[in-house]
C-alpha cells in the first residue's frame, strides 16, 4: 500500500479583505490581494465577493472591492 504524503488532503484559511481605488474596481481588487500577499504566505485563489462605491456630493470617490483569499495551512 502507498504511503500517504501529508499534502494529500490540504487544509485552507479563507480570508476577506476589501481594496479600495479612486481609479477603478480592479485596482481595488489587486490592492486588496496585493496588501494580503505582505502578510499571508502561498495565497491560492482570490474571489471577488462584493463590488460598491463609495460616493461624495453625487460623484464617485473611490471604487472598492470585497475579495475572499485562500491560502494553504502548512504542516
Known sequence: MAK???NDN???KI???VGSSTVSW????????AAAA????DLRVAEV??????I???KVAAYRARVS???KYED
Open 10 to 12: 490540504p487544509v485552507y
Open 56 to 58: 461624495e456630493n453625487g
Open 38 to 41: 505582505k502578510t499571508l504566505r
Open 69 to 71: 483569499m485562500s491560502f
Open 26 to 33: 480592479e485596482d481595488a481588487a489587486s490592492s486588496a490581494v
Open 49 to 54: 465577493t462584493k463590488l460598491d462605491m463609495k
Open 4 to 6: 500517504k504524503s501529508k
Open 15 to 17: 480570508v476577506e479583505v
